[in-house]
């Protein structure tokens, strides 16, 4: 009744006596500007760069529009080339000629992990680099860590882990991004980074990472494909409750920033993960929902900047701090462009 009330005709004009008007805050780009609840900046993005062993030129990436793996003669003009566009953080994963059953060559200090990180410390030394710390990309089998019989070993995999940890913050990390989903991974590297002197590197970790049928054109780029799945220790994407569970025993064991992976078909558990911490926030923009956004726009379905500015928009308002993105220079040329028009008008 009280809606059939206000909404009758008050004049001859025909103007309704309408209590809300929504649109009185829409009605040009500056009163919307003054609104905005969510705003996307490029220190919120973060580059992954795919760094090949013994390559000389780069290699496409056929399942990956326009992304390559970078040799590693080349990686510190693409870190340069990155800050030069707004970039203020990369992930580092090496795609490696070198492979073991344990994924050695990653705790040697002359192994792809150790010599791509230094490259790229040494290229810009403000850029954040972070190390995408697991093993699938460095075994013969393409598991994330040690296999005993038919199963990964969680603990001899935190064993490796911690080595690994430690040869990335020698080489110059940043942060060290554990994404192995092994129980305990996170404390396992804190005590390993503490108890060799390396206090101030931080820890990304990937604390609610879903077995995700997106992460194909990933594992072509990254050569880590195997035969069989993760599905014993990546989430069962059917658990929400589980994923809360996991990212908060991560904040407990001394995580400094948490992450969701994937991204956009997992808004529900980054949303409510913001409800529960009070750490950054990441959230991974996967390979797959990259590729998608690249084969509708080529296909003329929709407009690819526009869908890939709205696309990153949904993470942060779902509440994530940080979003690692294919996007992200592209994202950043177009939030700089954007900004520089502002101040010239």
Same mark, same amino acid.
């Given at each position: ?25 829409? #009605? ?57 566009e707004g970039v203020r953080a990369v992930l580092l994963f090496g795609v490696p000629q070198k492979k073991d059953a ?85 404390? /396992? ?27 194909g054109p990933f594992r072509a780029a990254a050569d880590c494909h195997l035969k069989g799945d993760r599905k014993t ?57 990259? /590729?998608?956004? #690249?084969?509708? /726009? ?7 900047? #526009? ?25 950043? #040329?177009?939030?700089n462009e954007k900004e520089l028009h502002s101040a010239i008008e």
């Open positions: 009744m009280f809606w059939n009330k206000r909404l009758s005709k008050t004049d001859d004009e025909g103007a309704f006596d309408i209590p809300f008007r929504f649109r009185r805050a829409r #009605k040009s780009e500056a009163m919307r500007a003054m609104v905005r609840e969510t705003h996307l900046r490029p220190e919120h993005l973060v580059l992954p760069i795919f760094v090949g062993e013994g390559i000389d030129e780069p290699q496409l990436i056929e399942s990956l529009p326009h992304i390559y793996r970078t040799p590693e003669h080349q990686l510190g003009g693409v870190v340069r080339n990155a800050w030069a344990e994924g050695s060559d990653t705790w040697s200090e002359k192994g792809l992990l150790a010599r791509m990180t230094r490259i790229a410390k040494e290229a810009v030394p403000e850029m954040v680099i972070i190390t995408d710390n697991c093993f699938c990309s460095y075994t013969t089998h393409g598991h994330c860590g040690v296999v005993v019989g038919d199963h990964v070993d969680n603990d001899l995999t935190l064993q490796n882990l911690q080595k690994q940890a430690v040869i990335a913050a020698e080489a110059g990390a940043d942060m060290v991004a554990p994404s192995a989903m092994m129980d305990g991974q996170v404390a /396992a590297i804190r005590e390993a980074l503490d108890m060799t002197g390396f206090t101030d590197v931080g820890i990304l970790s990937y604390a609610a990472k879903f077995a995700s049928n997106l992460y220790y990546q989430m069962d994407p059917a658990n929400r409750r589980q994923a809360l569970l996991e990212a908060l025993a991560d904040e407990e064991e001394g995580a400094d920033m948490l992450m969701v992976k994937p991204g956009l078909f997992y808004l529900d558990v980054l949303s409510e993960l913001r409800q529960q911490t009070q750490l950054p926030l990441a959230a991974y923009q996967v390979s797959g929902e990259y /590729a998608m956004i #690249k084969a509708a /726009a080529e296909k003329g379905v929709l407009d690819e900047e #526009k869908v890939m500015m709205e696309s990153l928009l949904a993470f942060r308002r779902a509440g994530a701090d940080l979003i690692i993105t294919y996007f992200a220079e592209h994202a950043c #040329k177009v939030l």
